[in-house]
């Protein structure tokens, strides 16, 4: 079975430091492109990073690039998402998703590209 599951949420100051994690299992993951998507109360689902199959492509909401940083590990099967300089408006839930459809140098940024889902975990940012 699919699983994809977020973890490194919390509570963090403004100004402070998170590394969101997922760990995933049950399809290849080097064969998917990996994204990170955020939604706050009353806003739609956004994306905020991807990167592509072998790491080699990253993309970045303008809102977060310069602060926030995608990796994967594939060994690992996981991803990562560094988060430096946080504002209260990154205050969201995080969901990591995968795409298998994507072409292999390129990093999907539409929801509707992506295949698997986590649940998401929790950033609060207090200000």
């Known amino acids: 079975q699919v699983q994809l599951v977020e973890s490194g949420g919390g509570l963090v100051q403004a100004g402070g430091s998170l590394r969101l994690s997922c760990a995933a299992s049950?399809?290849?993951?080097?064969?998917?492109?990996m994204g990170w998507f955020r939604q706050a109360p009353g806003k739609e689902r956004e994306f905020v990073a991807g990167v592509s199959r072998n790491g080699g492509a990253t993309q970045y909401a303008d809102s977060v690039k310069g602060r926030f940083t995608i990796s994967r590990d594939n060994a690992k099967n996981t991803v990562y998402l560094q988060m430096n300089s946080l504002k209260s408006d990154d205050t969201a839930l995080y969901y990591c998703?995968?795409?298998?459809?994507?072409?292999?140098?390129?990093?999907?940024?539409?929801?509707?590209?992506?295949?698997?889902w986590g649940q998401g975990t929790q950033v609060t940012v207090s200000s």
């Open positions: 049950g399809f290849p993951f080097s064969s998917y492109c």
């Open positions: 998703a995968a795409d298998r459809t994507t072409s292999p140098s390129t990093v999907a940024v539409r929801t509707t590209q992506f295949d698997y």
